[in-house]
């Protein structure tokens, strides 16, 4: 009842609760020193008692397998290769003060290849690699496991395959690895499977000529690397020297020779890639501009309008000069097409009359309204072949009045096109007007000209008045 009276009085005396707070801090802060140095000593006593006792402690560790006695494999010419239990878990145990200072690297797992059972396995045997005050238990029950193989030889020339782009204008030249011949050993199979060994050079913005070491690597016949502990390859590293290039780009030229089969003609000839880069010293570039291709085109015929080929542009190059590899082939086109012929059908009013006296006028003799003219050349230029391509005209120079017998000229421009031999009738009369006025003048018929040139004599006229030779 007195508690109960005194927490009536605090309350009505503290409405706010102060009192409470007052009497936790009174407890807390009463006396602190005292309770600080309490707990100074307790955290002290136990402290010494854990030291005192230092109880056992277990851990595991995964720990890096060595192998010793590798002789004793060797001295029967046979090697190895590790198929399980390269790694191994081993418990410590010892006192926790010793145990909680170790590390995995404090501890020497070794498989000792002597040992080998039947089955090609061996214990593996752990131990610490420094000394401790108290010698924990080291325990492991992983076993060493290894494949056997005969022992194997082989010597293999070294390549050396760059990676990277040079410094602009430059090219990677000469590669040269010293050694250049490794002689590698192994086990039988994978001896076997070696088909090259390559070290990998970075030329990433080189520009001169500089010196490298590389790790030599196997390969197989399709370009896969070959991993094996059982590989030897004599060295650690090869070291290599890069010549530096400079490059520059010149034009490619077709010079062509010879003549296609017969009925055939040559059109034209292009290359791709147009330009190619080269590579070499400033001297040997600066002799070189160019690069000319012959292409003999002897007896060629086509039956699509062109033959392609493709040519290794470094044979056309001078000694020293080399060609990058991405231009390496070039693409060539010849452009052989098939000579065909065709009738052309001309007319007869489009047919001029050169160089005719303006006394005189003319007029193809026949029915024919058509002069039927055949002209050869390629399909390509006779498949386009029209009417406005063309004139035709018969020479009149120096003629005078009467018969003749003249041949039709057939003008293609630059066309190419051959045009076989036709000959047309031609009636030559003095112009009306020219007859009055000569009847007129005095002298008679000796005002009339002379002509300058005189045709051939001509055949007997047939019914249309033309003829084709």
């Known amino acids: 009842m007195s508690d109960n009276r005194e927490r009536e009085l605090a309350a009505k005396k503290y409405p706010d609760n102060s009192h409470g707070q007052d009497i936790i801090q009174k407890y807390i802060f009463n006396n602190i020193g005292i309770k600080l140095l309490a707990l100074f000593f307790a955290i002290v006593v136990w402290v010494a008692i854990v030291n005192i006792e230092d109880p056992y402690k277990e851990r595991t560790f995964n720990v890096d397998v060595k192998t010793i006695n ?14 399980a239990g390269s790694t191994a878990q081993v418990r410590v145990k010892g006192k926790k003060s ?11 797992a070794t498989a000792d290849l002597s040992d080998l ?24 029950n992983t076993v060493l496991k290894v494949s056997l193989e005969d022992r194997a030889s ?10 990277g782009t040079p410094q602009a204008g430059y090219s990677v030249g000469e590669c ?5 011949m490794l002689e590698i050993t192994g086990g039988e199979g994978t001896i076997n499977k070696i088909d090259s060994v390559r070290v990998t050079i970075n030329v990433n913005g080189m520009g001169d000529d500089f010196k490298k070491k590389a790790q030599p690597v ?3 016949a399709d370009g896969k690397e070959i991993a094996s502990s059982t590989l030897d390859y004599g ?22 020779t010879g003549k296609p089969a017969s009925g055939y003609e040559y059109v034209d000839a292009e290359c791709q890639p147009k330009t190619i880069k080269i590579a070499g010293s400033r001297k040997q570039l600066a002799d070189i501009s160019e690069v000319d291709v012959p292409l003999d ?3 060629m015929r086509s039956a699509s309008g062109s033959v392609e080929q493709n040519i290794s542009i470094q044979d056309y190059l001078p000694e020293g000069i080399s060609v990058l590899s991405d231009y390496a082939q070039v693409s060539l086109r010849i452009g052989i097409e098939k000579m065909m012929s065709k009738k052309v059908a001309v007319p007869v009013e489009d047919i001029k009359f050169a160089s005719l006296s303006e006394d005189l006028s003319a007029s193809i003799r026949g029915k024919a309204t058509v002069v039927n003219v055949t002209v050869q050349g390629l399909s390509s230029v006779l498949d386009k072949l029209d009417i406005s391509d063309y004139t035709a005209y018969v020479d009149c120079e120096g003629l005078r009045k009467g018969k003749h017998h003249l041949r039709l000229h057939f003008d293609l421009g630059d066309s190419g096109v051959i045009v076989k031999k036709v000959y047309v009738n031609v009636k030559i009369e003095k112009n009306k007007g020219a007859e009055k006025k000569d009847e007129n003048s005095t002298g008679g018929d000796s005002s009339e000209v002379k002509p300058t040139a005189f045709p051939a004599a001509s055949p007997e006229w047939d019914n249309d008045g033309m003829e084709e030779n």
């Open 70 to 83: 590798e002789e004793a494999i060797a001295s029967v010419n046979k090697v190895y290769e590790v198929v």
């Open 98 to 108: 010793v145990v909680d200072r170790l590390k995995a690297d404090d501890i020497q």
């Open 117 to 140: 059972s039947a089955v090609n396995a061996v214990a593996i045997v752990p131990k610490l690699k420094k000394n401790v005050s108290d010698e924990p238990v080291l325990e492991c």
């Open 154 to 163: 082989k010597q293999v020339k070294v390549t050396v395959v760059t990676k």
């Open 176 to 180: 040269l690895p010293s050694p250049n």
């Open 218 to 220: 196997a390969y197989d």
């Open 235 to 256: 060295v650690r590293k090869v070291r290599v020297f890069v010549h530096m290039l400079q490059t520059k780009t010149i034009p490619v030229n077709i010079k062509i």
């Open 297 to 299: 085109i002897t007896g």
